[in-house]
């Protein structure tokens, strides 16, 4: 079945450091991959999406490749910040239900 | 337009009662789902709706757990006799049929404490 792979954290990151957070990814067919986030007291919302292979998702300095060939989602961010802590959840879709990963917090030290 | 609304938007009940939750959707979403984020996990699915379809419940935890949507719309999850382990945040969220994208859109939650 359907499954979705992230690394697991915390990670701790200094103020303007580069975030990679690893999601891979296994399906049949062709997905959409989405990053997810959630702040601290709120609910989730989406931040970025891809729907076919080779696409890139942006959204606030996040970035995020569909790569087939390796099954992966990666979620980057060039230069971090403090408001960037939250934590992150990588899924897939369309199917008969979105898969979601475990979620990765991620803390950001000013 | 309105997003995703959940009530209420905390419960406390005694171990062994029943609680009832609720969800409305976006208007016009057919698929509604509900997960649970229990403190310092993931997302677990717990049940989904689609259209007219029988329900996927294949996340719900035990029989104590159900779900029903009525008229396409408005979703209320039942949890009976309430465990403390059932304490956590329950989430709802919708998506509607746009294509490939199947973005799903979360209400706030409900945050149930049993004490």
């Known amino acids: 079945g359907n499954s979705v792979t992230q690394m697991e954290g915390p990670v701790t990151l200094s103020e303007e450091a580069f975030l990679t957070i690893n999601c891979t990814y296994t399906?049949?067919?062709?997905?959409?991959l989405f990053w997810y986030v959630q702040y601290p007291g709120e609910g989730l919302q989406l931040l970025l999406k891809?729907?076919?292979?080779?696409d890139k998702g942006s959204n606030k300095g996040f970035e995020a490749t569909y790569r087939k060939e390796t099954t992966s989602f990666h979620l980057e961010k060039g230069s971090v910040q403090v408001s960037d802590s939250a934590v992150y959840f990588c899924a897939l879709g369309p199917g008969d239900k979105i898969i979601f990963g475990k979620g990765t917090r991620l803390h950001i030290l000013p | 337009g309105a997003g995703v609304s959940q009530s209420p938007s905390n419960k406390v009940t005694e171990k062994g009662k029943d609680v009832e939750l609720r969800c409305d959707p976006i208007s016009g979403h057919t698929a509604l789902y509900w997960y649970r984020q229990s403190l310092g996990q993931g997302l677990e699915f717990l049940i989904y709706?689609?259209?007219?379809?029988?329900?996927?419940k294949s996340g719900l935890p035990s029989d104590r757990f159900s779900a029903e949507r009525t008229g396409g719309s408005v979703s209320t999850l039942t949890i009976q006799r309430t465990q403390q382990e059932d304490s956590a945040v329950y989430l709802c969220?919708?998506?509607?049929?746009?294509?490939?994208?199947?973005?799903?859109?979360f209400g706030p939650g409900t945050r149930l404490t049993v004490t």
């Open positions: 399906a049949t067919g062709y997905p959409s």
């Open positions: 891809a729907t076919k292979a080779d």
């Open positions: 969220a919708s998506s509607g049929l746009a294509g490939r994208y199947y973005e799903q859109y």
């Open positions: 709706f689609q259209g007219n379809s029988a329900p996927d």
